[in-house]
């Protein structure tokens, strides 16, 4: 890795409102009222509220909270699939959103890659190429993105499977793709959004200890959605709370479980305590 | 009784109009129609000079590489001799030519014409009713100004085939780029694929099925305006068709329509077939 920086990404201030009447929104928000009522007031949703949080390099950064709680509006922040409606993002500090139209392709190409939560993978296309779609979209040689791609999907532990589609394999060998496709751009950061919440316990336990195991060489910067407590307790290095789009709390794993910043935080660690 | 002085007629103005398009524009149709038919022409004279066995096996080939079914293809190439055994080879080939020609130029308005009602909302909106008419409005009321533009013949005859024909491939292309899964699209997006990518490595093999789909149907819309075509000059099988009818030769006239079901159904195992995805994502 060329730049370290402290952090990698840094998140000010966004807000981001589904609807067609922001600025109203924008309005309603600083006068301090609720997501409910913005909702009943003007039909808008509040994805994101006044949300703030820097990710270091290196880390394993888990997002955390119910469905509802923005966290796959944020993770999609950070590769502007879903652009805010105020704020800032910056990534090794530079703004993304100042970004033009080539200038974001070469920007997702080089930087940053995505596990999805149902895979996203190309069913008309085999292992081998799925694989290989992004060194492909930015336009390597075949001999190179055949060799990459061939020695990923052996570290995912996919060999033999190389021709096979898509359709016929399980979902845990679906989202190992995934991973490798992710993996084989070589990009300084992963977003994983829900990546395993769609696997079944064991697999998914399986899934976690590779990732761990991976990063562990790769030392990628990685955002990591979950709604799983344990999940996130595994993986991250730290971890953040959100609840209807606000950040509730941010913190290690230890930070979370001994010192709950609410309420909200508290419920979800007690069900683990209690069983623990 | 309606009354009267509530009633009027755009008759007058589509007549003017109708009118200043053929005296302004003339030569310009007369261009098209001209290269159109010179195409036709060719493409005709090449049907017919080819070995009725080798037109047979061409056809087979083609079956057998769509459908991969022995029994299929043989009777798909035995129908076709039976259209020949009767006598209707020649006018067999002439329909065909008229039909691939207007199936051609459905293919490139409708496909690209579908890619952008699929990307825009707008245009969509516009276009939708648009089809409607189209495929509900009588043929012979376009029929009249297009003959006034072409003349008799073929070239109107493929105008009317199109217009009509081509509504389903660009209702289908449409659908089926619609129906790309959205987090399919997604996540080329997020690895930055381009526009042309997208289009190209991902929304179109994915909407194949539905895009075979709609070549299909506007094959067999094609097909179902031949007679029609016949009527304004066009030679082939729907010829036979309307002499039968004319003449009270019924048999005459079924042998014609039977040819025309047979051409059908060839065209229609074949388009089918093609369209099936070969590595079975929705299985």
């Not at chain 1, 039909?43 to 290196?58: E, F, K, M, P, Q």
């Not at chain 2, 200043?20 to 098209?32: E, K, M, P, Q, T």
Request: net charge neutral; proline share 3%; with cysteine.
């Amino acid at each position: 890795m060329s730049e370290v920086a402290i952090n990698k990404i840094e998140v000010r201030n966004v807000f981001k409102v589904f609807g067609n009447r922001e600025k109203e929104v924008l309005a309603l928000i600083r006068d301090g009222k609720s997501k409910d009522e913005v909702l009943a007031r003007t039909g808008c949703v509040i994805g994101i509220n006044d949300l703030s949080l820097s990710i270091r390099a290196g880390e394993v950064f888990v997002i955390m909270g119910l469905s509802g709680s923005g966290k796959s509006t944020l993770v999609r922040h950070l590769n502007r699939l879903i652009d805010p409606t105020s704020g800032q993002i910056l990534v090794d500090g530079e703004n993304i959103l100042e970004y033009d139209m080539p200038a974001l392709r070469h920007f997702r190409r080089h930087k940053i890659s995505m596990v999805f939560q149902n895979f996203g993978l190309l069913p008309h296309r085999n292992v081998l190429e799925n694989v290989a779609y992004g060194l492909k979209v930015r336009g390597e040689t075949q001999a190179r993105c055949d060799e990459r791609a061939r020695h990923w999907v052996s570290v995912v532990g996919l060999q033999g499977y190389e021709q096979a589609f898509i359709h016929q394999l399980s979902g845990g060998m679906r989202q190992r793709v995934g991973l490798a496709r992710a993996l084989a751009t070589d990009t300084d950061i992963i977003l994983m959004d829900e990546a395993f919440s769609a696997l079944d316990p064991l697999i998914r336990a399986e899934m976690q200890d590779q990732l761990l195991a991976l990063q562990r060489t790769l030392q990628k910067t990685i955002v990591f959605i979950t709604h799983d407590l344990d999940e996130a307790l595994r993986i991250g290095n730290r971890i953040a709370i959100l609840k209807d789009g606000q950040l509730v709390q941010v913190g290690t794993a230890q930070d979370i479980l001994l010192t709950p910043a609410d309420d909200y935080v508290d419920r979800f660690v007690q069900r683990r305590r209690v069983s623990a | 009784m309606f009354p009267d002085n509530l009633t009027f007629s755009i008759a007058g103005w589509v007549n003017d109009g109708v009118d200043a398009l053929v005296s302004n524009y003339g030569d310009v149709f007369r261009h098209i129609s001209e290269t159109l038919l010179w195409a036709i022409i060719n493409l005709e004279h090449l049907l017919r000079i080819t070995p009725w066995w080798l037109m047979l096996a061409i056809v087979g080939a083609i079956t057998w590489h769509a459908t991969r079914k022995i029994l299929g293809t043989l009777l798909i190439v035995g129908l076709l001799f039976l259209v020949g055994a009767v006598g209707l080879w020649d006018k067999l080939m002439q329909t065909l030519a008229l039909m691939m020609v207007a199936t051609v130029i459905s293919v490139l308005l409708g496909i690209p014409l579908g890619i952008l009602a699929a990307r825009s909302n707008r245009l969509r909106s516009v276009l939708i009713p648009l089809l409607d008419i189209m495929q509900t409005m009588p043929s012979f009321v376009y029929l009249i100004p297009v003959l006034m533009l072409f003349g008799l013949g073929k070239v109107p005859a493929i105008f009317a085939t199109v217009i009509y024909a081509v509504p389903p491939l660009i209702r289908l292309t449409d659908l089926g780029l619609r129906q790309v899964d959205r987090e399919v699209m997604e996540a080329i997006n997020a690895f930055g694929a381009n526009p042309w990518q997208q289009l190209f490595g991902v929304q179109l093999p994915l909407a194949m099925p539905s895009i075979m789909a709609g070549i299909n149907q506007t094959t067999m819309m094609a097909l179902s305006m031949v007679v029609i075509a016949s009527m304004i000059g066009a030679r082939g099988l729907g010829e036979d068709v309307l002499v039968g009818i004319q003449t009270l030769n019924v048999g005459k006239g079924l042998e014609a329509g039977l040819a025309i079901v047979i051409l059908a159904v060839v065209i229609d195992r074949i388009t089918q077939a093609y369209g099936r995805p070969r590595h079975g994502g929705q299985q």
